[in-house]
């Protein structure tokens, strides 16, 4: 009878060990976030009702995407991170280096409800679009009499001395937009003059900014009246005040990812299928929109006309949509800054 008693202690003995060193804690998930008021959506969006909805912990590391691409290079052998979110286009080299790992069709539940362009390279480890910017035309609705319509009316002469060229060279939204007005001029990916002569043709009468702020002090002190930059800009600036309003040219805009990504070798691969699976749900896709007017990837989000009005909304509008092959705009980058430097430089 002694020896049941002593075994019995011993076994509580053990269960309380187990329990206060964490053998029914909760598990945990690592990804990174872009911090700031983003990160702050994030959460309010993802990230908590994630944790209350598994009774699990979502441990973010405010990383950009450079930070997180060079962080998933140094910890190629050993991953911390089991979720990464990249914008600018650094998952293709990710997946390309084997860093992310790639997703079937099936693993998702909300796959059925994404569109084509935002769910097309997860077979080769490229995560989902969970929300997306898109680079067309801001312009200021007092002054510009006629709304533009075309990528061709920045040399409209209406708009002459009010129009505004972002940095190509420095400025990811500037790439995406000169890579367009080259497109629409002529030019490909393999060929950049046409765009390059487009934007000598501008320079006499427009002004170089590299930043956004910049774009939002030209606007308000009226020698900004047309700028290519993206939607949720044109957010900011009309909650600044500002007489902004987006429009998608009738060539199309211009894509610009947010991606949630499956890192190679996560030891919580189940738990992070389900965090990008919770990512990309038509509630989280709707909050991004009326948060941040980011376009919905998730095709079955409804939302007010407000709201819509200030994004790419519905399948006519998401068909426009100009998406460059990322691999390509890595490859030539460095030659391509060179040459638009001497461009602006004349």
């Known amino acids: 009878m002694k020896k049941i008693k002593s075994i019995g202690s011993a076994a509580i003995v053990l269960a309380s060990f187990a329990f206060s060193n964490g053998a029914f804690a909760q598990e945990t998930l690592v990804i990174n976030s872009f911090g700031g008021s983003y990160e702050e959506t994030h959460r309010k969006l993802v990230i908590t009702p994630f944790e209350e909805k598994y009774n699990v912990k979502v441990e973010v590391v405010t990383a950009y995407s450079a930070d997180a691409l060079a962080q998933l290079r140094a910890q190629k052998d050993n991953p911390q991170f089991d979720v990464v979110h990249f914008s600018g286009g650094l998952e293709h080299a990710a997946a390309a280096e084997g860093l992310l790992d790639a997703i079937k069709a099936e693993e998702l539940s909300n796959y059925g409800q994404m569109y084509d362009f935002a769910v097309a390279g997860i077979d080769k ?135 949630v990504n499956l890192v190679a070798g996560s030891k919580k691969r189940d738990l992070a299928l389900k965090f990008i699976d919770f990512s990309i749900r ?50 030539n980058r460095a030659a391509w800054n060179e040459a638009w430097a001497r461009a602006i430089a004349k």
């Open 282 to 331: 038509a509630e989280a896709s709707k909050g991004w929109a009326e948060a941040l007017r980011y376009t919905p990837t998730n095709k079955s989000v409804e939302l007010a006309d407000d709201v819509a009005a200030e994004v790419v909304y519905g399948e006519e509008a998401v068909a426009k949509l100009v998406t460059f092959d990322a691999n390509k705009i890595a490859a």
């Open 125 to 259: 480890g490229i995560g989902p679009t969970y929300s997306t910017a898109v680079i067309g035309l801001l312009y200021n609705t007092e002054k510009a009499a006629t709304p533009p319509t075309s990528w061709k009316d920045l040399s409209n002469e209406a708009y002459a001395n009010h129009v505004l060229i972002t940095d190509a060279a420095s400025n990811t939204y500037g790439l995406l937009g000169f890579l367009m007005m080259n497109q629409v001029a002529g030019g490909s990916l393999d060929n950049i003059e046409p765009g390059l002569d487009f934007v000598k043709g501008l320079l006499p009468t427009s002004t170089v900014v590299s930043k956004s702020p910049e774009i939002q002090q030209n606007f308000a002190q009226g020698n900004g009246w047309i700028a290519p930059y993206a939607q949720d800009y044109a957010h900011t600036l009309t909650k600044a005040g500002l007489p902004v309003k987006f429009v998608q040219p009738e060539e199309g805009g211009v894509l610009a990812p947010i991606t």
